[in-house]
T-cell receptor
Framework: QQQVKQSPQSLIVQKGGISIINCAYE??????FPWYQQFPGKGPALLIA?????SEKKEGRFTISFNKSAKQFSLHIMDSQPGDSATYFC????????????????FGQGTILTVHP | DGGITQSPKYLFRKEGQNVTLSCEQN?????MYWYRQDPGQGLRLIYY???????QKGDIAEGYSVSREKKESFPLTVTSAQKNPTAFYLC??????????????FGPGTRLTVL
């Protein structure tokens, strides 16, 4: 019940296209959903995050869509660029995961995005 | 220049040997974490620490040990009891003040290979 399932495992998109990565979860206690971006040989970095009280959050070319009833959320990258080529991880956590001052993150399996010029 | 440093970047170990991975942060963060990353499996939590001299097991703590004697340091020892230690190890930290929405900041990682 703690799993977060992410798809696809890899994705190839042409420059200017839309990249879409999907995640699904089972634990209804999850209430914070961050996305991390990881470049080869580097650690992940927070890209964008959403709480379930909104259905969409947009930051520049990156948008999270959230469907609480379906327990699914997705990352959309508009006008994809070769510099967006990286591994993307969705994650989830809940208020009660790990204590009062810690949010234990459950990560998806990751999606390797390649944007061709 | 604030951040998280991990050393070494690459580490080779003979089977049966213990090895310690270093993690240092100068962000003045209270919480620190160790993750293991394997292809196709995402990041899995090994240990975490909310304050100095206190740490908790994560999902895959068997075969690993940690210490937190200083706020800025959280070394991870991979013991010979870890059956499959070859992986990419990531250290992270967070302020510890925003609760479950705290952003975790990651170091550049250490790639451990057991020969």
């Amino acid at each position: 019940q703690q799993q977060v399932k992410q798809s696809p495992q890899s994705l190839i998109v042409q420059k200017g296209g839309i990249s879409i990565i999907n995640c699904a979860y089972e634990n209804t206690a999850f209430d914070y959903f961050p996305w991390y971006q990881q470049f080869p040989g580097k650690g992940p970095a927070l890209l964008i995050a959403i709480r379930p009280d909104v259905s969409e959050k947009k930051e520049g070319r990156f948008t999270i869509s959230f469907n609480k009833s379906a327990k699914q959320f997705s990352l959309h990258i508009m006008d994809s660029q070769p510099g967006d080529s990286a591994t993307y991880f969705c994650a989830a956590t809940s208020k009660n995961a790990g204590g009062t001052s810690y949010g234990k993150l459950t990560f998806g399996q990751g999606t390797i995005l390649t944007v061709h010029p | 220049d604030g951040g998280i440093t991990q050393s070494p970047k690459y580490l080779f170990r003979k089977e049966g040997q213990n090895v310690t991975l270093s993690c240092e942060q100068n962000l003045n963060h209270d919480a620190m974490y160790w993750y293991r990353q394997d292809p196709g499996q995402g990041l899995r939590l090994i240990y975490y620490s909310q304050i100095v001299n206190d740490f908790q097991k994560g999902d895959i703590a068997e075969g690993y040990s940690v210490s937190r004697e200083k706020k800025e340091s959280f070394p991870l020892t991979v013991t010979s009891a870890q059956k499959n230690p070859t992986a990419f190890y990531l250290c992270a930290s967070s302020r510890g003040t925003s609760g479950f929405t705290d952003t975790q900041y990651f170091g550049p990682g250490t790639r451990l290979t057991v020969l």
